[in-house]
């Protein structure tokens, strides 16, 4: 694979400024275009934030390319990929990185199969190998393990990097100027098979921005109590969080979901009440500062993970770091 054109792809769709993810996306993209003497481009559909043309510079993008259709305007898999491929079409990235979210991950792998390119979902890095081609690791079996992709054969490939992957640095070598470029693509005859009927509720603070996190698992016995988790984040300023099977069991809202399959998370501080550490859970909170675990099982996988761990029973346990931490 020749690599002369990298592009981090993104939408902001009207959130006033670059997705969470976009830093850390052009970040890779950045590495990657500097080991190969790439271009780096930065491809935004619909409007451009403010911030961005500031940003891509910070992080060394040489063009920033912008598609802007009617079509776009709301989140539409279809209109999306089809802008996409049509990029890919004049463009020819060697390498397209998306920041992996739900709407990513609904585009990036259609995208792929579209155009005939390779594709890394879950992807953590891409860099060169040992025989000088591009390698992409990417999590594998919840986190538990990493597989390494060796990217040869296709003509073009399309990875989705992992939230929390990696921390976002600025070129080293200062900031760029990119210039602007807008793109045509032909979206008028896109027939949109999916429609959104209602978008999620996103506002409120994310806890993927959180700094502090409490979480309760299955271990706190019953929905009543998960009033302790709620309390005791609060007193310490931070948010409240759920593993899976307490979302799955209508106890929290699914946007309080950390794990493999909801949120990714890297707070200062996690601490995890009757959760037992399955490697779906740990998957969206392993990068935390300090992990304190509450567990009454002193065998539990949480206390592999924890800095501090706490051998009892969470509901005796929570109430007295409640009142310590409202003191
Ligand atoms: C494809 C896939 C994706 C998944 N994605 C996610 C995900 O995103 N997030 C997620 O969380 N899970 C996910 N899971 C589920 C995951 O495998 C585990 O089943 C889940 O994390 C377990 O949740 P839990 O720890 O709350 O419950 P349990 O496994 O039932 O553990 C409860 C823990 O509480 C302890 N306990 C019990 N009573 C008390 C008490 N009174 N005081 C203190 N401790 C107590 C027990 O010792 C135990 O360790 C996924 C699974 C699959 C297959």
Redesign the pocket.
């Known amino acids: 694979m020749e690599t002369k054109t990298v592009a981090v792809c993104m939408w902001s769709l009207g959130q006033g400024g670059l997705p969470v993810g976009t830093e850390e996306a052009l970040t890779l993209g950045r590495k990657v275009a500097s080991a190969t003497g790439a271009r780096l481009h930065l491809l935004v559909l619909g409007s451009l934030p403010d911030d961005c043309v500031e940003t891509a510079g910070r992080f060394g993008v040489d063009d920033v390319d912008q598609i802007e259709d009617a079509a776009l305007e709301a989140f539409s898999p279809d209109a999306y990929v089809e802008a996409l491929a049509g990029y890919c079409q004049q463009e020819s990235p060697a390498l397209m990185i998306f920041s992996q979210a739900a709407d990513t991950r609904v585009v990036a792998p259609r995208l792929a199969g579209r155009v005939g390119a390779g594709v890394v979902m879950n992807a953590v890095d891409v860099a060169l190998g040992e025989g000088g081609g591009l390698q992409a690791t990417a999590s594998a079996y919840?986190g538990d393990t990493q597989m390494v992709y060796e990217l040869s054969g296709a003509a073009s490939y399309v990875v989705a990097l992992s939230a929390n992957a990696l921390l976002p640095e600025p070129a080293e070598g200062g900031a760029t100027q990119p210039g602007c470029r807008s793109i045509q693509v032909d979206l008028t005859g896109t027939n949109e098979r999916i429609r959104v009927i209602e978008q999620a509720r996103t506002e409120g603070p994310r806890l993927e921005d959180a700094d502090i996190i409490v979480s309760?698992?299955?271990?706190?016995?019953g929905p009543e109590n998960y009033k302790l988790i709620e309390q005791l984040a609060e007193a310490l300023g931070g948010l409240a969080g759920?593993?899976?099977?307490?979302?799955d069991e209508g106890w929290v809202d699914s946007s309080q979901?950390?794990?493999?399959?909801?949120k990714i998370t890297r707070p200062a501080l996690y601490l995890a009440?009757?959760?037992?550490?399955?490697?779906?859970?740990m998957?969206?909170c392993s990068a935390a500062k300090t992990i304190v675990a509450?567990?009454?099982?002193p065998d539990?996988?949480?206390f592999r993970y924890a800095s501090y761990g706490l051998v009892?029973?969470?509901?005796?346990?929570l109430p007295e770091l409640i009142r310590a931490a409202r003191q």
């Open positions: 919840g309760g698992g299955r271990g706190l016995g759920a593993s899976r099977p307490i979302v979901q950390v794990g493999l399959t909801g009440a009757g959760i037992s550490g399955a490697s779906q859970h998957a969206g509450i567990n009454k099982d539990a996988a949480i009892g029973d969470c509901l005796e346990i």
